[in-house]
Protein backbone atom coordinates (compact mmCIF):
# COMPACT_ATOMS: atom_id res chain seq x y z
CA UNK A 1 0.00 0.00 0.00
CA UNK A 2 1.56 3.48 -0.96
CA UNK A 3 2.75 5.86 1.49
CA UNK A 4 -0.58 8.20 1.82
CA UNK A 5 1.97 11.53 2.54
CA UNK A 6 4.32 10.49 -0.31
CA UNK A 7 0.96 9.63 -2.55
CA UNK A 8 -0.33 12.98 -1.47
CA UNK A 9 2.70 14.98 -2.54
CA UNK A 10 2.88 13.25 -6.20
CA UNK A 11 -1.06 13.78 -6.86
CA UNK A 12 0.05 17.46 -5.57
CA UNK A 13 2.91 17.93 -8.18
CA UNK A 14 1.18 16.27 -10.84
CA UNK A 15 -1.79 19.01 -10.27
CA UNK A 16 0.42 21.83 -10.10
CA UNK A 17 3.16 21.00 -12.95
CA UNK A 18 0.62 22.27 -16.08
CA UNK A 19 1.42 25.63 -17.69
CA UNK A 20 -0.93 28.30 -16.68
CA UNK A 21 -3.36 28.91 -19.29
CA UNK A 22 -4.80 32.42 -19.99
CA UNK A 23 -7.67 33.30 -20.00
CA UNK A 24 -9.94 34.72 -23.51
CA UNK A 25 -11.01 37.70 -20.83
CA UNK A 26 -10.55 39.66 -17.70
CA UNK A 27 -12.96 41.79 -16.17
CA UNK A 28 -12.89 43.43 -12.63
CA UNK A 29 -15.54 43.41 -10.16
CA UNK A 30 -14.65 45.79 -7.74
CA UNK A 31 -11.45 48.07 -7.37
CA UNK A 32 -8.82 45.43 -5.16
CA UNK A 33 -6.20 43.69 -7.37
CA UNK A 34 -8.01 40.11 -6.54
CA UNK A 35 -11.40 41.21 -7.48
CA UNK A 36 -10.91 39.97 -10.78
CA UNK A 37 -12.79 37.22 -13.10
CA UNK A 38 -10.82 35.60 -16.10
CA UNK A 39 -13.36 34.02 -18.77
CA UNK A 40 -12.47 31.19 -21.02
CA UNK A 41 -14.80 30.73 -23.99
CA UNK A 42 -16.10 27.24 -24.98
CA UNK A 43 -13.03 25.28 -27.22
CA UNK A 44 -15.65 23.75 -29.63
CA UNK A 45 -16.69 27.48 -30.95
CA UNK A 46 -20.67 27.09 -30.12
CA UNK A 47 -22.66 30.11 -29.88
CA UNK A 48 -24.28 29.40 -26.12
CA UNK A 49 -23.21 27.29 -23.22
CA UNK A 50 -23.55 26.92 -19.70
CA UNK A 51 -21.17 29.15 -17.55
CA UNK A 52 -19.25 27.47 -14.86
CA UNK A 53 -18.05 29.33 -12.22
CA UNK A 54 -15.00 27.96 -10.57
CA UNK A 55 -13.72 28.96 -7.46
CA UNK A 56 -10.17 27.88 -6.49
CA UNK A 57 -8.88 26.32 -3.01
CA UNK A 58 -5.95 27.05 -1.28
CA UNK A 59 -6.92 27.43 2.18
CA UNK A 60 -8.39 30.65 2.10
CA UNK A 61 -4.53 31.91 1.81
CA UNK A 62 -2.54 34.22 0.02
CA UNK A 63 -0.19 32.24 -1.98
CA UNK A 64 -2.62 29.67 -3.39
CA UNK A 65 -4.44 32.03 -5.85
CA UNK A 66 -6.48 31.29 -9.53
CA UNK A 67 -3.59 30.41 -11.70
CA UNK A 68 -3.08 27.14 -10.33
CA UNK A 69 -6.52 25.96 -11.79
CA UNK A 70 -6.46 27.48 -15.18
CA UNK A 71 -5.34 23.98 -16.77
CA UNK A 72 -8.82 23.11 -14.89
CA UNK A 73 -11.13 26.30 -16.55
CA UNK A 74 -9.27 24.96 -19.79
CA UNK A 75 -9.94 21.37 -19.09
CA UNK A 76 -14.11 22.32 -19.29
CA UNK A 77 -13.79 24.82 -21.84
CA UNK A 78 -12.24 22.16 -24.25
CA UNK A 79 -15.36 20.05 -23.20
CA UNK A 80 -17.93 22.89 -24.25
CA UNK A 81 -18.38 25.13 -21.43
CA UNK A 82 -17.84 28.70 -20.41
CA UNK A 83 -15.84 28.91 -17.38
CA UNK A 84 -15.55 32.29 -15.16
CA UNK A 85 -12.15 31.69 -13.03
CA UNK A 86 -13.06 34.09 -9.64
CA UNK A 87 -10.35 35.71 -7.84
CA UNK A 88 -11.10 36.72 -4.80
CA UNK A 89 -9.21 38.46 -1.22
CA UNK A 90 -7.30 35.81 1.15
CA UNK A 91 -5.19 35.82 3.93
CA UNK A 92 -2.31 37.85 3.95
CA UNK A 93 1.16 36.99 2.99
CA UNK A 94 2.46 38.04 6.60
CA UNK A 95 2.03 34.98 9.10
CA UNK A 96 -0.21 35.50 12.01
CA UNK A 97 1.23 36.63 15.33
CA UNK A 98 3.40 33.45 16.88
CA UNK A 99 2.22 31.34 13.72
CA UNK A 100 4.17 29.95 11.11
CA UNK A 101 2.47 30.20 7.79
CA UNK A 102 -0.18 32.82 5.93
CA UNK A 103 -3.66 32.96 8.08
CA UNK A 104 -6.47 31.47 6.07
CA UNK A 105 -8.70 34.60 4.60
CA UNK A 106 -10.15 37.90 5.34
CA UNK A 107 -12.79 38.57 7.42
CA UNK A 108 -15.43 39.68 5.68
CA UNK A 109 -13.80 40.18 2.53
CA UNK A 110 -13.18 36.69 1.21
CA UNK A 111 -17.25 36.38 1.76
CA UNK A 112 -17.45 40.19 0.30
CA UNK A 113 -15.80 39.09 -2.91
CA UNK A 114 -17.73 36.17 -3.70
CA UNK A 115 -21.23 37.49 -2.97
CA UNK A 116 -20.35 40.59 -5.27
CA UNK A 117 -18.77 37.96 -7.94
CA UNK A 118 -21.87 36.20 -8.01
CA UNK A 119 -24.21 38.99 -7.92
CA UNK A 120 -21.91 40.82 -11.01
CA UNK A 121 -21.20 37.74 -12.96
CA UNK A 122 -24.29 37.86 -15.46
CA UNK A 123 -23.90 41.26 -16.36
CA UNK A 124 -20.12 40.83 -16.39
CA UNK A 125 -20.43 37.28 -18.76
CA UNK A 126 -22.54 38.84 -21.23
CA UNK A 127 -20.58 41.60 -21.86
CA UNK A 128 -16.85 39.71 -21.96
CA UNK A 129 -17.94 36.29 -22.77
CA UNK A 130 -21.12 36.40 -25.47
CA UNK A 131 -20.72 32.46 -25.38
CA UNK A 132 -21.82 32.19 -21.81
CA UNK A 133 -25.32 31.47 -21.05
CA UNK A 134 -25.84 32.51 -17.71
CA UNK A 135 -29.57 31.41 -17.05
CA UNK A 136 -27.70 28.04 -17.17
CA UNK A 137 -25.28 28.82 -14.34
CA UNK A 138 -22.96 25.52 -11.95
CA UNK A 139 -20.62 26.62 -9.27
CA UNK A 140 -18.03 24.16 -8.66
CA UNK A 141 -15.26 24.97 -6.43
CA UNK A 142 -12.25 22.45 -5.00
CA UNK A 143 -11.56 22.27 -1.23
CA UNK A 144 -11.64 25.58 0.79
CA UNK A 145 -13.19 26.93 -3.04
CA UNK A 146 -15.97 23.97 -2.11
CA UNK A 147 -16.82 25.59 0.62
CA UNK A 148 -17.41 28.99 -1.36
CA UNK A 149 -19.64 26.91 -3.99
CA UNK A 150 -22.04 25.84 -1.36
CA UNK A 151 -22.16 28.71 0.84
CA UNK A 152 -22.59 31.14 -2.99
CA UNK A 153 -25.63 28.47 -3.52
CA UNK A 154 -27.22 29.04 0.15
CA UNK A 155 -27.22 33.03 0.63
CA UNK A 156 -30.74 32.89 0.65
CA UNK A 157 -30.76 30.73 4.02
CA UNK A 158 -27.96 33.31 5.35
CA UNK A 159 -29.43 34.48 8.89
CA UNK A 160 -31.72 37.30 9.10
CA UNK A 161 -29.52 40.68 9.01
CA UNK A 162 -26.02 39.04 7.23
CA UNK A 163 -25.13 41.77 4.83
CA UNK A 164 -24.83 38.55 1.88
CA UNK A 165 -28.03 37.38 2.33
CA UNK A 166 -30.28 36.84 -1.06
CA UNK A 167 -33.86 37.42 -1.15
CA UNK A 168 -34.74 34.84 -2.73
CA UNK A 169 -32.41 31.64 -4.33
CA UNK A 170 -29.84 32.53 -6.60
CA UNK A 171 -30.22 31.27 -10.53
CA UNK A 172 -28.10 28.17 -10.34
CA UNK A 173 -28.41 25.02 -12.49
CA UNK A 174 -26.48 23.63 -9.15
CA UNK A 175 -23.49 22.75 -7.12
CA UNK A 176 -20.79 20.69 -7.59
CA UNK A 177 -18.01 20.75 -4.65
CA UNK A 178 -14.90 18.94 -4.98
CA UNK A 179 -13.85 17.91 -1.87
CA UNK A 180 -15.21 20.98 0.41
CA UNK A 181 -14.41 22.24 3.63
CA UNK A 182 -18.05 21.34 3.97
CA UNK A 183 -18.79 20.64 7.39
CA UNK A 184 -16.73 22.97 9.93
CA UNK A 185 -17.16 21.43 12.95
CA UNK A 186 -15.91 17.80 11.06
CA UNK A 187 -13.01 20.25 9.72
CA UNK A 188 -11.74 22.10 13.10
CA UNK A 189 -11.82 18.33 14.76
CA UNK A 190 -9.51 16.87 12.23
CA UNK A 191 -7.41 20.18 12.20
CA UNK A 192 -7.91 20.44 8.01
CA UNK A 193 -5.18 22.69 6.75
CA UNK A 194 -3.45 23.27 9.55
CA UNK A 195 -5.96 25.23 11.64
CA UNK A 196 -7.40 27.21 8.44
CA UNK A 197 -11.20 26.80 9.38
CA UNK A 198 -10.48 28.87 13.05
CA UNK A 199 -8.19 31.59 11.44
CA UNK A 200 -10.81 31.91 8.49
CA UNK A 201 -13.44 32.74 11.36
CA UNK A 202 -11.41 34.23 14.05
CA UNK A 203 -10.91 34.10 17.99
CA UNK A 204 -13.50 31.69 20.01
CA UNK A 205 -15.74 34.70 20.58
CA UNK A 206 -16.05 35.35 17.42
CA UNK A 207 -16.43 31.85 15.80
CA UNK A 208 -19.79 31.06 16.69
CA UNK A 209 -21.23 33.45 15.43
CA UNK A 210 -19.42 33.95 11.70
CA UNK A 211 -19.90 29.89 11.50
CA UNK A 212 -23.49 30.89 11.52
CA UNK A 213 -23.17 32.94 7.78
CA UNK A 214 -20.27 30.56 6.78
CA UNK A 215 -20.28 26.98 7.78
CA UNK A 216 -22.26 25.14 4.73
CA UNK A 217 -23.43 22.54 7.14
CA UNK A 218 -25.73 24.57 8.99
CA UNK A 219 -26.66 26.40 5.93
CA UNK A 220 -29.26 23.53 5.12
CA UNK A 221 -31.49 22.81 3.08
CA UNK A 222 -30.40 25.56 0.01
CA UNK A 223 -33.34 23.49 -2.55
CA UNK A 224 -30.61 23.90 -5.07
CA UNK A 225 -28.94 20.63 -6.92
CA UNK A 226 -25.98 19.85 -5.06
CA UNK A 227 -23.18 17.32 -5.75
CA UNK A 228 -20.07 16.24 -3.59
CA UNK A 229 -17.43 14.89 -5.50
CA UNK A 230 -14.29 13.10 -2.88
CA UNK A 231 -11.31 10.92 -3.09
CA UNK A 232 -11.62 8.21 -0.62
CA UNK A 233 -7.59 8.71 -0.19
CA UNK A 234 -7.46 12.62 0.55
CA UNK A 235 -5.77 13.35 3.13
CA UNK A 236 -5.91 17.35 3.00
CA UNK A 237 -9.48 17.23 3.49
CA UNK A 238 -10.55 13.99 4.57
CA UNK A 239 -13.55 11.79 3.28
CA UNK A 240 -15.74 12.11 6.71
CA UNK A 241 -15.94 15.71 6.10
CA UNK A 242 -17.97 15.82 2.63
CA UNK A 243 -19.69 12.71 4.42
CA UNK A 244 -20.62 15.00 7.52
CA UNK A 245 -21.96 18.03 5.29
CA UNK A 246 -24.19 14.85 3.55
CA UNK A 247 -25.06 13.56 6.29
CA UNK A 248 -26.33 17.30 7.54
CA UNK A 249 -28.23 18.05 4.34
CA UNK A 250 -29.94 14.61 5.05
CA UNK A 251 -31.11 15.62 8.66
CA UNK A 252 -32.48 18.87 6.91
CA UNK A 253 -34.54 17.20 4.60
CA UNK A 254 -31.99 17.65 1.19
CA UNK A 255 -30.55 14.84 -0.60
CA UNK A 256 -27.26 16.02 -1.80
CA UNK A 257 -25.09 13.68 -4.11
CA UNK A 258 -21.48 11.96 -3.06
CA UNK A 259 -19.50 10.66 -5.84
CA UNK A 260 -16.57 8.72 -4.35
CA UNK A 261 -13.25 7.59 -6.29
CA UNK A 262 -11.70 5.21 -5.18
CA UNK A 263 -7.76 5.49 -5.43
CA UNK A 264 -8.13 9.26 -5.27
CA UNK A 265 -6.44 11.82 -3.21
CA UNK A 266 -6.95 15.43 -3.12
CA UNK A 267 -5.36 16.99 -6.12
CA UNK A 268 -6.51 14.78 -9.17
CA UNK A 269 -10.09 16.18 -9.09
CA UNK A 270 -8.83 19.67 -10.73
CA UNK A 271 -5.94 18.22 -12.71
CA UNK A 272 -6.38 17.61 -16.18
CA UNK A 273 -4.24 14.37 -16.57
CA UNK A 274 -5.95 12.31 -13.86
CA UNK A 275 -9.40 10.56 -14.52
CA UNK A 276 -10.63 11.93 -12.14
CA UNK A 277 -10.94 15.30 -13.78
CA UNK A 278 -13.13 13.51 -16.37
CA UNK A 279 -15.43 12.37 -13.50
CA UNK A 280 -16.05 15.83 -12.46
CA UNK A 281 -16.54 17.65 -15.74
CA UNK A 282 -19.34 14.97 -16.40
CA UNK A 283 -21.01 16.18 -12.77
CA UNK A 284 -20.79 19.69 -14.23
CA UNK A 285 -21.84 18.97 -17.81
CA UNK A 286 -24.84 17.04 -15.88
CA UNK A 287 -26.18 19.69 -14.26
CA UNK A 288 -25.37 22.26 -16.49
CA UNK A 289 -27.06 20.81 -20.10
Given at each position: MPDPVARDAAEEESAFSHPAVAPDASVAYGEHPDQVVDFYAPRDGRASAPLVVLLHGGAWRAPYDRQHVTPFADFLARRGLAVANVEYRRGREIPQQRGTGPVAGRWPETFDDVAAALDALPELARRALPQADPRRTVVTGHSAGGQLALWAAARHVLPAGSPWRLPAPPALRGVVALAPIADFA????????????????????????????????????????????QGRTDIVVPQAVSEAFVDAAAKAGETVGLTLLEEVGHFPLIDPAADACAVVAEEIAQLAW
Open positions: HAVGLDVCGGAVRQLLGAAGEYEQRAAHTDPAVLLPTGIATVVV
